[in-house]
């Protein structure tokens, strides 16, 4: 991996930049709490990055054999997000701030790469990220038809930042996140943050995985 040819890096925000996903775990078995149906907290670990209307419909689907419909997607989704405001604040993950500084640093473009469209996160990257993920620097639930682990997220990521896969890294902390990277031909570096092991990121097309954001910044300081 020459980090000299890279010019942008597409990174994901959940379990990433934010330390968010106890609060998105939390907050899914809240729902399907409510709506009747069987969950743990930890399965939503392993659904991190596709849409929230893909978690939904494999949810109504086990539990009453059929899809969901528009109107449930709709409704439970935003039932979701209320409930993930409702949660004590989200912390920015410890590392991502020296790994996006750094980056930035060494002229390397940062791009947004999320399967949310959660605002009350979104809304904070300006003030935690200050000029690193601009509003038209952001591929989120919004921009795309196909969530992680398809390669659609990180090639519109490529998209947006004008660069073709072999300039760019991806940065994900979630088996469908490195998936999706993977598939779009891109060097994907796998971060622990998680009850997620990192064989599973190893598994799932990851080509390095670091235990930490902060590890991840710390050998990338010394590779750029
Ligand atoms: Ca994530």
């Not at 999320?114 to 990257?125: A, E, I, K």
């Not at 997220?153 to 660069?163: D, E, I, N, Q």
Request: proline share 7%.
């Amino acid at each position: 991996m020459d980090y000299r040819l890279i010019k942008a890096a597409l990174i994901d925000m959940d379990g990433t930049l934010y330390d968010s996903m106890p609060n998105h775990a939390r907050a899914w078995k809240r729902v399907m709490d409510t709506v009747g149906v069987d969950a743990t907290e930890d399965e939503f670990f392993l659904y991190e990055g596709q849409t929230g209307a893909k978690t939904i419909d494999l949810m109504i689907r086990r539990a009453f054999g059929r899809p969901a419909t528009d109107q449930e997607k709709h409704d439970l989704y935003a039932m979701k997000a209320k409930f993930f405001v409702e949660q004590p604040p989200v912390e920015v993950m410890p590392g991502a701030i020296e790994l996006v500084k750094l980056l930035r640093n060494h002229g390397i473009d940062t791009v947004l790469v999320t399967g949310s469209g959660q605002n009350s996160l979104l809304s904070r990257l300006d003030s935690d990220f200050p000029g690193a993920f601009p509003p038209e620097k952001r591929i989120t639930s919004a921009s795309v038809t196909h969530g992680k682990p398809h390669p659609e997220p990180y090639l519109k990521g490529l998209a947006l930042a004008g660069v073709c896969p072999e300039e760019a890294i991806v940065i994900d902390n979630a088996p469908l996140g490195t998936a999706s990277g993977h598939a779009a031909g891109i060097y994907t570096i796998g971060v622990v943050t998680g009850p997620v092991p990192r064989a599973e990121l190893e598994g799932n097309g990851a080509d390095i995985v670091y235990n930490s954001m902060a590890e991840c910044a710390e050998t990338l300081s010394r590779l750029l």
